[in-house]
């Protein structure tokens, strides 16, 4: 230490108090955004009844930007239909529902952004139901 002097420096606590307070708002800012972002609102939107045919169509939540957390689907019938979920996600394996039957999803994030429906022959009335 050539000659070197030791330098103390001192803060005021209520400096670093101040500091400390503005970090912990932020933290909790943030950690409230990413709440409400996988909180759902509590909204069902039942959408019109749709009439599946061979021509596979592709349905996605009414609302530009707002994703489903869960998917209810019941087949009316007369024909079974095919389902596959987040289309551009999902294996290019199909779920098949059958004649009355309730096909549901839920996940506990907003997850659900689209679904392809089509049959193997005729058509199949469905209802549709998401939640977000």
């Known amino acids: 230490m050539y000659g070197s002097k030791e330098q103390r420096v001192t803060l005021d606590s209520q400096v670093l108090t101040t500091a400390l307070l503005d970090e912990i708002a932020g933290r909790l800012l943030a950690l409230e955004a990413h709440n409400k972002e996988i909180s759902p609102e509590g909204i069902v939107e039942p959408l019109p009844i749709l009439n599946v045919t061979t021509t596979p169509v592709v349905v996605q939540p009414p609302q530009e ?29 199909p779920y098949q529902i059958q004649l009355d039957e309730v096909y549901e999803v839920t996940f506990i994030k907003p997850l659900i952004y689209d679904m392809r429906l089509y049959t193997d022959a005729g058509i199949a009335s469905v209802r549709i139901k998401g939640a977000r």
Request: a positive charge.
């Open 65 to 93: 930007g707002k994703h489903w957390f869960s998917l209810s689907v019941v087949n009316d019938g007369p024909q079974p239909c095919w389902i596959v979920v987040n289309t551009g996600k999902s294996s290019t394996r």
